[in-house]
């Protein structure tokens, strides 16, 4: 079953944008992860924002984390037409198993 | 260093029939995970082994099976395949917390 559902389920936006991507899930976390896919082939690992945590960045990558509401959020700053994928949180309930429960996705499309 | 590999890359089979996917993982890493990913779904997760023993299993029939060898590379198991069988089979390793993912394997099933 999936952990979580991603908003929107698509998402089209201009090159130079920024685009912003929410994930909700269902039970408590040690860590929640973003994943990038393109063309239906292997996942690549975006960021990994600990339970602990709040905000998190790597490059054009922000996340937000909020347990409380058991959500999360990734924001890509000054898009980039080789970001058109589809984005997936997964999220790991227990620390030492590395099971990744996934959401839905959200599928990116930036316009050139 | 090379990725995490998978052969094959695509496979076609018939109902009733068997298949065997195969995955390399990263060179270090010990634990090595299985996910479908039915197509506009999120991956679901099947296998993961640590060390050649099994740590966890998702919910998926026993038709499904896996096992790790001494130099961590991983096979999937599927007996009896069934139309919904059909998608795409990704392979993880992972040293700890953050998993890396091979290119998948396709599978059809006629």
């Known amino acids: 079953s999936q952990q979580g559902e991603e908003d929107p389920q698509a998402l089209s936006i201009q090159e130079g944008e920024n685009a912003t991507m929410n994930c909700s899930y269902k039970?408590?976390?040690?860590?929640l992860q973003w994943y990038r896919q393109n063309s239906g082939r292997g996942l690549v690992h975006l960021i990994l924002i600990r339970s602990n945590e709040r905000e998190k960045h790597s490059g054009r990558l922000r996340v937000t984390l909020d347990t409380s509401k058991k959500s999360s959020s990734l924001l890509i700053t000054a898009s980039r037409a080789a970001d058109t994928a589809s984005y997936f949180c997964?999220?790991?309930?227990?620390?030492?198993?590395?099971?990744?429960?996934f959401g839905t996705g959200t599928r990116l499309t930036i316009i050139p | 260093d090379a990725g995490v590999t998978q052969s094959p890359t695509h496979l076609i089979k018939t109902r009733g029939q068997h298949v065997t996917l195969r995955c390399s993982p990263i060179s270090g890493h010990k634990s090595v995970s299985w996910y479908q990913q039915v197509l506009g779904q999120g991956p679901q997760f099947i296998f993961q082994y640590y060390e050649k023993e099994e740590r966890g299993r998702g919910n998926f029939p026993d038709r499904f099976s896996a096992r790790q060898f001494p130099n961590y590379s991983s096979e999937l198991n599927v007996n009896a395949l069934l139309l919904g069988d059909s998608a795409l089979y990704l392979c993880?390793?992972?040293?700890?917390?953050?998993?890396?993912f091979g290119p998948g394997t396709r599978l059809t099933v006629l």
């Open positions: 997964a999220t790991v309930v227990n620390f030492g198993n590395e099971k990744l429960t």
């Open positions: 993880a390793s992972s040293p700890a917390d953050t998993q890396y």
């Open positions: 039970t408590s976390i040690n860590n």
